[in-house]
C-alpha cells in the first residue's frame, strides 16, 4: 500500500466516523426536541417517550423537517411556537448532543 493510499483510506475512516457522529447527534437532538414537544402537548411518560422516538424515527425514514412536524403537532393544540424558537431551540439541542457524545454518554 502506498502512502498516497494510506493517506486516502484514513481519510475514508474519519469521514465515515464523522458521519456516524453526526447521525447519533442529530437522533439525540430530535429525541431531546421531541421530549421537550412532548412536554408542551401535555404527553409524560411512555407516550412523551413514544412521542420523541417518532420524531427520530421520522427523520431517519427521509421526512427531514423535524422542526415543521412539531411546529404542526403544537398548532393542532393551540400551542403557539414560531419556527424562530424551534430552530433556537434544535441548535441548544445539537450542542448539548455533541457534548453528551463526546463526554461518552
Known amino acids: 500500500m502506498t502512502t498516497f493510499d494510506k493517506r486516502e483510506d484514513a481519510f475514508e475512516r474519519e469521514f465515515a466516523h464523522d458521519e456516524e ?3 447519533k447527534a ?3 437532538r430530535n429525541k431531546l426536541l421531541g421530549l421537550w414537544a ?3 402537548l401535555g404527553l409524560t411518560d411512555t407516550a412523551a417517550n413514544s412521542y420523541a422516538a417518532s420524531i427520530v424515527m421520522n427523520d ?3 421526512s427531514h423537517d423535524v422542526a415543521g412536524k412539531i411546529r404542526k403537532d403544537l398548532e393542532a393544540k393551540g ?3 414560531s ?3 424551534i430552530a433556537r431551540l434544535m441548535t441548544e439541542f445539537m ?3 455533541i457534548a453528551d457524545i463526546k463526554a461518552g454518554k
Do not use: D, P, S, V
Request: aromatic share 4%; proline share 0%; glycine share 4%.
Open 60 to 62: 431517519i425514514e427521509g
Open 95 to 97: 450542542e448539548k448532543a
Open 83 to 85: 419556527e424562530h424558537q
Open 26 to 28: 442529530t437522533a439525540r
Open 79 to 81: 400551542i403557539a411556537q
Open 21 to 23: 457522529l453526526r447521525f
Open 38 to 40: 412532548a412536554e408542551k
